[in-house]
C-alpha cells in the first residue's frame, strides 16, 4: 500500500465521484480507477459500491476511511518532522495543554521566548488522555498533561500535584463549606469529564469513592466538549463537579458568581501534572524547551520527578 493510494482514496470517499476525484488530484480517471482497485485488491475488499449512477462507501470502506485519514495526518507530520531535521532547527514548537493547564505554564512561555527568541509556540487545547496519541504521531512536540503517560513512547517528568476541589451551585446546603469529606457528597449526583477525554482523571476521583467503600455517586453526568459545559450543566443543577484545582478554578470562573467551591479534604484527592515528550525525540529545541520548564518550576519550588 503507497501513501498516494490513501491519498487517491480519500479524495474519492470525499467526493464520491471519480471524475471530480480525478480533477481535484489532477490525473486522468482511468489510472484513478485503477489505483482504487488496486487499493481494494491488496486489502481484499471492496471499498466502494458502484452502480450505473453513483458510487457509495460500502461499510469496509467508511471503516478504512476513518484509518485512511489518520494515516495521511501521520504522514504529513512525519514529513514536517523530516523537513524540520534536514533544515538543522525547529521554528516552531507545538505544545499541548490540558484542560486548565494554561495558567500554570504561561511563565513557562515567557521564560523560553526571553532564551530563545527566535523559535515560535504554538499552544493546542488537547484533553490529556488524547495527548499521548498527539505526540505519539508528532502532531504536538511537547505536552502538559494528568495520567496516563505512555511511558512506553513517551518520556515524561512530574510538575506539581493538583488538589482535587468541589464546585456546585451558590444555591448547594453545603455551598458556604470551604472543606468537604467525600462522605459529605456520598449521595449527591456527579457531573465530569467523559473517561475518554481524561482517563486518569476519571478514575481517579471514582477510585475515591471505592476506596472508602461507597458505592459512588447516585448518578453521573458525563460532559463531552470543554470547561464550559461542566459549568453549565453544574450551575443547572445536575450535580456537583469534583476535579483537578486547575479546571474547577476555571468552571467557576466560566459561570460567574453562580457557583461556590470547596477543598475536597481527603489526603489522595490530587492528581499529577507532568510534562511528556517523545522517547525518540532529538530536536535541540524541545530539549531547550524542557530546560526553560524545569527552570521555572524550580523558582516555583515545585519538585519535579523523571520517571521515564
Known amino acids: 500500500m503507497e501513501l498516494r493510494h490513501i491519498r487517491y482514496f480519500i479524495a474519492v470517499a470525499d467526493l464520491l465521484n471519480f471524475t471530480k476525484a480525478a480533477q481535484q488530484l489532477h490525473i486522468a480517471?482511468?489510472?484513478?480507477?485503477?489505483?482504487?482497485?488496486?487499493?481494494?485488491?491488496?486489502?481484499?475488499?471492496?471499498?466502494?459500491?458502484?452502480?450505473?449512477?453513483?458510487?457509495?462507501?460500502?461499510?469496509?470502506?467508511?471503516?478504512?476511511?476513518e484509518e485512511a485519514r489518520k494515516l495521511a495526518v501521520q504522514a504529513e507530520h512525519a514529513r514536517e518532522a523530516a523537513q524540520r531535521a534536514q533544515q538543522g532547527a525547529m521554528k516552531l514548537l507545538r505544545i499541548g495543554i490540558g484542560a486548565g493547564l494554561a495558567r500554570a505554564i504561561g511563565n513557562v512561555v515567557v521564560e523560553h521566548h526571553r532564551h530563545s527568541p527566535d523559535i515560535d509556540i504554538e499552544c493546542k487545547d488537547i484533553f490529556s488522555s488524547p495527548q499521548n496519541e498527539a505526540l505519539r504521531t508528532g502532531e504536538i512536540d511537547v505536552g502538559f498533561l494528568r495520567p496516563p503517560v505512555d511511558q512506553v513512547n513517551l518520556n515524561c517528568e512530574l510538575l506539581f500535584e493538583e488538589?482535587?476541589?468541589?464546585?456546585?451551585?451558590?444555591?448547594?446546603?453545603?455551598?458556604?463549606?470551604?472543606?468537604?469529606?467525600?462522605?459529605?457528597i456520598a449521595d449527591e449526583p456527579l457531573?465530569?469529564?467523559?473517561?475518554?477525554?481524561?482517563?486518569?482523571?476519571?478514575?481517579?476521583?471514582?477510585?475515591?469513592?471505592?476506596?472508602?467503600?461507597?458505592?459512588g455517586p447516585v448518578a453521573i453526568t458525563h460532559v463531552e466538549a470543554h470547561e464550559e459545559a461542566g459549568?453549565?450543566?453544574?450551575?443547572?443543577?445536575?450535580?456537583?463537579?469534583?476535579?483537578?484545582?486547575?479546571?474547577?478554578?476555571?468552571?467557576?470562573?466560566?459561570?460567574?458568581?453562580?457557583?461556590?467551591?470547596?477543598?475536597?479534604?481527603?489526603?489522595?484527592?490530587?492528581?499529577?501534572?507532568?510534562?511528556?515528550?517523545?522517547?525518540d525525540e532529538t530536536c535541540p529545541a524541545v530539549f531547550a524547551f524542557l530546560d526553560s520548564v524545569r527552570r521555572v518550576f524550580r523558582a516555583a519550588e515545585h519538585p519535579h520527578k523523571h520517571i521515564a
Open 231 to 279: 459549568a453549565i450543566t453544574v450551575a443547572s443543577g445536575k450535580g456537583l463537579f469534583i476535579g483537578a484545582a486547575a479546571i474547577v478554578k476555571l468552571n467557576r470562573s466560566l459561570a460567574g458568581t453562580e457557583l461556590a467551591l470547596a477543598e475536597l479534604d481527603e489526603p489522595d484527592a490530587k492528581i499529577e501534572v507532568y510534562i511528556a515528550w517523545r522517547k
Open 163 to 184: 488538589q482535587f476541589v468541589v464546585i456546585m451551585p451558590k444555591s448547594h446546603r453545603l455551598a458556604k463549606r470551604g472543606f468537604l469529606k467525600l462522605a459529605d
Open 29 to 65: 480517471q482511468p489510472p484513478l480507477s485503477r489505483q482504487i482497485r488496486q487499493l481494494e485488491d491488496e486489502l481484499g475488499v471492496e471499498l466502494f459500491a458502484r452502480n450505473k449512477r453513483r458510487i457509495q462507501l460500502t461499510r469496509a470502506g467508511r471503516i478504512f476511511l
Open 191 to 215: 457531573v465530569i469529564f467523559d473517561r475518554k477525554r481524561s482517563i486518569g482523571l476519571y478514575d481517579k476521583v471514582l477510585g475515591l469513592y471505592s476506596s472508602r467503600g461507597l458505592t
